[in-house]
């Protein structure tokens, strides 16, 4: 006898055959069993992680279905070890999925607004409000917002038609298009 060697639990031995015989005849009563031992550990893994009851639920689901599919990938040595890791790793592919991007009114984030976007039967007022807007411009800014958005010439091309540097070109271009939003918003109110 050897008495330094771990002694094998019936539950080892019982999880090593679950796990067989639902590789082998693919049917979830057997993966069922087993996972229903494991259900406890999972659902404190995922409370752990996710903070609440509910998601924690729902997450102990969904594990069920991540292993009716991984099991068979993966070869496991011990059931229990990997369950807990696969199931910290779904908790945190949870927690990052979660973290959703901050939602920004489309108005902050476009040039112009609905102004310089009019929709087919406002199109040829926005474009006379926009040749009236552009007349009210300063010379530079007037001539590299034109360039630049009705020619579509880069900035080099500008500086090099100008005679501007580049900075100033970005400048003009940036301050152009700012006045031009104020004038519009200003003639649709």
């Known amino acids: ?14 999880d090593d055959k679950l796990l067989t015989l639902y590789r082998e005849s693919g049917d979830l009563l057997h993966l069922g069993k087993l996972y229903e031992k494991q259900m406890p550990l999972v659902y404190g893994v995922c409370l752990k992680y996710l903070k609440d009851e509910e998601q924690a639920k729902d997450a102990v689901m969904g594990i069920f279905e991540e292993l009716t599919v991984k099991v068979k990938q993966h070869d496991i040595k011990q ?11 779904y908790c945190l592919m949870q927690l990052r999925a979660g973290k959703k991007m901050e939602v920004i009114n489309l108005d902050d984030v476009m040039e112009f607004s609905l102004i310089l976007h009019p929709d087919d039967n406002n199109r040829e007022a926005a474009m006379q409000a926009l040749e009236k807007c552009m007349e009210k ?6 001539q590299t917002v034109s360039l630049f958005y009705l020619n ?3 900035y080099k091309e500008i500086t090099e038609l100008t005679g501007f540097t580049l900075n100033e070109v970005k400048s003009f271009i940036q301050n152009g298009k700012r006045n031009l939003k104020i004038c519009l918003e200003k003639n649709s109110e």
Not at 79 to 89: A, M
């Open 1 to 14: 006898m050897n008495f330094f060697r771990k002694p094998v639990k019936p539950t080892d031995a019982d």
């Open 152 to 154: 579509e010439k880069c």
């Open 79 to 89: 059931f229990k070890s990997w369950l807990y890791v696969l199931s910290r790793n």
């Open 137 to 142: 411009l300063p010379l530079n800014q007037k």
